[in-house]
C-alpha cells in the first residue's frame, strides 16, 4: 500500500477526532462559564449562607464529566427566629431539600435530623440559639446535576401568649399569705401591685416575664372582700380575694413590772427598737426562696399563739400577739427555718437578742428574746443552720422564742409555713 493511501484512510478518523476534542474543549468551557447554578435556602424570609456546593456537569453524551466546586465566603449569619415552627423553602422549583440538621449552639444535642417534610412537622419548644444545617439537591440531567449546603445560627425567641395574673389562693383566713403571680410579661415590663392588704411587691422569679409578689393577710384584717391591683404594661387588673375570720384565743399575761418599765415601757427600749428593726420592715432583696416548707425553729409548747388577743397584767386594753411564742428551756438551739439572709443581729432592750432575717421578697423572720446569737448581720442562712440559743432577754417572763413572720408591716401566721399547707409553695417560682 502506498503511503499515500494510507493517509487517506486516516484523514476521517482523525477529522472525528479533532471533531470530538473540539467539541468537549467547547462543553469544558461553556460548563465553566456557566458555573454552578443558583440554588438557595430561606428560612421563613431570610436566606441561609451558603457553604458549599458542587456541580458535575456531563461532557460529550456522558462519557466525561466536568466538576465544578464552589467557592464560598467563610461568613457566619445569625437568623432571628420568632415563630415556633419556621418553614423551609427552597429554589429554584426544581432544587429539593434532601436534609436537614437542627443542633443546639456550640456542638449540642441534636434536636432534628432528616427530611424537609419532617422538618416541617419540627416545632421549637423554648427559646435558646441553635445550628441549623440544610442541604439540596439539583438534577438537571444532561446540563448537571449537584449538591448544595447551607447553614445559619438561629436566635430563637418564641412569641409570648398573653400575659396573665393568677393569685395562689382566693379565699383566705386572717393571718395567711397569698402569692400573686405574674407571667409571660413583655421583656422589661415590671409589674407594680398595690391592696388594702398591704404590702404587694414582685419579685423576678427567673423565669422569662415572670414575676411573684407575697402579699400578707394581716390577723387584725376584718373578715370582707379586698382586691389586689396589679399594673403591668399600662394594663391594670383588679384581683378580688375574701378574707374569713380566724379564731383567735384570747390570753391573760403577767410580767413582772420591773421587766415592763425596762422594755415596753422604757421610751428609750421603744426608740432603739423603732430605729433599728422598722426600718427593715419596708426591706426586700429579690432572691425568693423557693423551698418548700419552712422548718419550726424550736420545738416546744407554744405559751403565746399567733393573733392572740392578750391582756397583759390585768390591763383592760388587748395587745395583739403577732407571732408565736414557743417555750424552751434555755440553751435549746434555734434553727433556721428557710435560707436566707440575716438583715439584723443583735442585742435591743425591747426584744433583746434578736435576728431579723429576709427569704426575698420582703418576706422575713423575726426571733426576739435569745439568750446567745451564732450569726451576724450579713450572713446568709441555710434552712436548718443554728442561729442561736433560747433565752429570756428583753420584754420576756421566761425562756422562750419569740417567732414571728412578716411582710411588710403585717404579721402573717407560721404555722401554714411550717405544715407546707400554704399556697404560695405552691405558686410559681
Ligand atoms: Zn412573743
Given at each position: 500500500m502506498k503511503r499515500s493511501k494510507l493517509a487517506l484512510y486516516l484523514i476521517p478518523p482523525l477529522f472525528?477526532?479533532?471533531?470530538?476534542?473540539?467539541?468537549?474543549?467547547?462543553?469544558?468551557?461553556?460548563?465553566?462559564?456557566?458555573?454552578?447554578?443558583?440554588?438557595?435556602?430561606?428560612?421563613?424570609?431570610?436566606?441561609?449562607?451558603?457553604?458549599?456546593?458542587?456541580?458535575e456537569v456531563p461532557l460529550l453524551g456522558g462519557l466525561l464529566t466536568r466538576r465544578l466546586e464552589g467557592?464560598?465566603?467563610?461568613?457566619?449569619?445569625?437568623?432571628?427566629?420568632?415563630?415556633?415552627q419556621p418553614s423551609l423553602a427552597v429554589s429554584p422549583k426544581d432544587a429539593s431539600l434532601t436534609r436537614v440538621l437542627l443542633t443546639e449552639q456550640g456542638g449540642g444535642a441534636v434536636l432534628y435530623d432528616g427530611d424537609a417534610a419532617g422538618f416541617s412537622a419540627f416545632s421549637f419548644a423554648e427559646d435558646g440559639d441553635y445550628y441549623l444545617e440544610v442541604w439540596a439537591a439539583l438534577d438537571r440531567g444532561g446540563q448537571g446535576a449537584g449538591e448544595f449546603y447551607f447553614d445559619a445560627a438561629l436566635e430563637v425567641a418564641l412569641p409570648r401568649p398573653d400575659p396573665s395574673f393568677t393569685l395562689s389562693a382566693?379565699?383566705?383566713?386572717?393571718?395567711?399569705?397569698?402569692?400573686?403571680?405574674?407571667?409571660?410579661?413583655?421583656?422589661?415590663?415590671?409589674?407594680?401591685?398595690?391592696?388594702?392588704?398591704?404590702?404587694?411587691?414582685?419579685?423576678?422569679?427567673?423565669?422569662?416575664?415572670?414575676?411573684?409578689?407575697?402579699?400578707?393577710?394581716?390577723?387584725?384584717?376584718a373578715a370582707a372582700q379586698y382586691t389586689i391591683e396589679v399594673t403591668a404594661g399600662g394594663e391594670t387588673v383588679s384581683l378580688p380575694v375574701t378574707v374569713s375570720e380566724n379564731a383567735f384565743e384570747v390570753q391573760q399575761m403577767t410580767i413582772s413590772e420591773e421587766v415592763a418599765d425596762q422594755t415596753v415601757n422604757s421610751q428609750a427600749a421603744n426608740w432603739e427598737f423603732h430605729i433599728t428593726v422598722v426600718p427593715l420592715y419596708d426591706t426586700a432583696n429579690d432572691e425568693l426562696y423557693t423551698g418548700s416548707a419552712f422548718l419550726q425553729p424550736v420545738e416546744g409548747r407554744i405559751s403565746t399563739p399567733y393573733g392572740v388577743l392578750r391582756y397583759v397584767n390585768g390591763?383592760?386594753?388587748?395587745?395583739?400577739h403577732g407571732g408565736i411564742d414557743i417555750a424552751a428551756a434555755l440553751g435549746t438551739p434555734v434553727l433556721c427555718p428557710a435560707d436566707g439572709v440575716v438583715e439584723y443581729a443583735g442585742y435591743l432592750q425591747l426584744s433583746g437578742n434578736t435576728i431579723v432575717l429576709e427569704h426575698g421578697g420582703g418576706l422575713k423572720s423575726y426571733f426576739y428574746h435569745m439568750d446567745s446569737l451564732d450569726v451576724s448581720t450579713g450572713d446568709r442562712v441555710a434552712q436548718g443552720d443554728k442561729l442561736g440559743e433560747v433565752g429570756t432577754t428583753g420584754y420576756s417572763a421566761g425562756p422562750h422564742l419569740h417567732y414571728e413572720v412578716k411582710i411588710g408591716r403585717e404579721r402573717v401566721s407560721p404555722w401554714p409555713l411550717f405544715d407546707g399547707s400554704s399556697s404560695i409553695f405552691a405558686a410559681a417560682g
Open positions: 472525528l477526532a479533532l471533531v470530538a476534542v473540539g467539541a468537549l474543549f467547547w462543553q469544558w468551557q461553556s460548563a465553566g462559564r456557566r458555573g454552578l447554578p443558583e440554588v438557595s435556602v430561606t428560612l421563613e424570609d431570610s436566606a441561609l449562607l451558603q457553604h458549599g456546593g458542587s456541580w467557592d464560598y465566603p467563610a461568613l457566619g449569619l445569625t437568623i432571628p427566629v420568632d415563630g415556633a382566693s379565699d383566705l383566713l386572717q393571718g395567711d399569705l397569698i402569692a400573686v403571680t405574674a407571667e409571660n410579661l413583655p421583656d422589661g415590663v415590671v409589674p407594680t401591685g398595690q391592696s388594702e392588704l398591704g404590702y404587694v411587691r414582685f419579685s423576678p422569679t427567673g423565669e422569662a416575664g415572670c414575676y411573684v409578689a407575697l402579699v400578707p393577710v394581716g390577723y387584725a384584717r390591763s383592760t386594753v388587748p395587745e395583739r
